[in-house]
């Protein structure tokens, strides 16, 4: 079976196609399943490169005429990325009831610890910041809100070397993937990053050799997903990469969430 529940639309403000498009190109790769899950905006739009609040309800219902109108051809869902704040459960809860999406990805970007000003995980300024996020991933991880943990493994973008910090910060991930028995996201994006100098050596973003060992050594189910930002990534070559690599690991693969 082939699924991807991890997709972006030209909404995000940093991705291209429509949703059309994405189930379009879905369709042509012989997708079973396909999950539209654009970058999730808050009330106040306190986030850049996500769709506009006020766009949200067009979203939603522009994926629910896609249900109806290709019910033979695939099955869709519609669903969100977005971050974890314990300020913002009221709205996780109406996103999932009065605005009826049928998913919630769980993805770190932004975080915040005891009230603080949210931080970028892309610009973390120590290995320090790590545990943080991986804490504050746990606490969304455990609220029943989201299906899956999307690239879990995003901290390790930052260029600084492999330390106590980024192992504890992937344990804190892996201990509560296996007690929650939560979802992890092996994200074929990170491939399509291709490999980079970094100061531990030559190596691609995500997904990191040495936290997915870990997870290799459990049955934490683990979802593997495209993470497309325009259509012609629906199903690539770094998709099939993606897989040899998940395989290669014996990974706990599931293709589905629900």
């Known amino acids: 079976m082939r699924t991807n529940y991890h ?16 189930v379009n190109s879905a369709i042509i790769n012989k997708l079973d399943i396909l999950g539209i899950s654009d970058h999730g905006p808050f009330p106040d739009d306190s ?3 996500r769709m506009y609040f006020r766009e949200l309800e067009e979203y939603i219902d522009e994926i629910a005429k896609l249900k109806i109108t290709h019910a033979k051809d695939i099955l869709i869902y519609s669903g969100l990325e ?5 300020y913002e459960n009221d709205y996780y809860k109406d996103l999932l009831t009065k605005y009826n999406l049928d ?21 973390a300024k120590s290995t320090k910041d790590y545990i943080d996020y991986a804490t504050s991933a746990v606490e969304g991880m455990k609220t029943g809100f989201f299906k899956f943990l999307a ?3 995003l901290m390790f973008i930052n260029d600084f070397p492999w330390d106590k910090n980024c192992e504890e910060a992937t344990d804190i991930i892996i201990s509560a993937a296996k007690e929650h028995d939560f979802i992890l996201e092996f994200n074929a994006n990170g491939f399509r990053r291709q490999e980079q100098n970094y100061c531990d050596g030559i190596r691609i973003p995500y997904p990191h050799k040495n936290f ?11 979802i593997i997903n495209t993470d497309c930002h325009n259509p012609n990534q629906v199903w690539d070559d770094y998709v099939d990469l993606a897989y040899l690599k998940a395989n290669e690991l ?3 693969i599931v293709n589905t969430i629900f």
């Open 82 to 86: 977005i971050e974890y704040f314990s």
């Open 212 to 222: 997915w060992s870990k997870v290799s050594n459990t049955d934490i189910k683990v």
């Open 151 to 153: 690239h879990p493994d």
């Open 250 to 252: 014996s990974l706990n």
């Open 7 to 22: 997709t972006h639309t030209y909404r995000c403000r940093h991705a291209g196609g429509t949703s059309q498009d994405y």
């Open 103 to 123: 998913y919630l990805v769980l993805g770190q970007h932004f975080y915040a610890m005891n009230n603080e000003e949210p931080k970028n995980i892309y610009f």
């Open 47 to 49: 986030f850049d490169l």
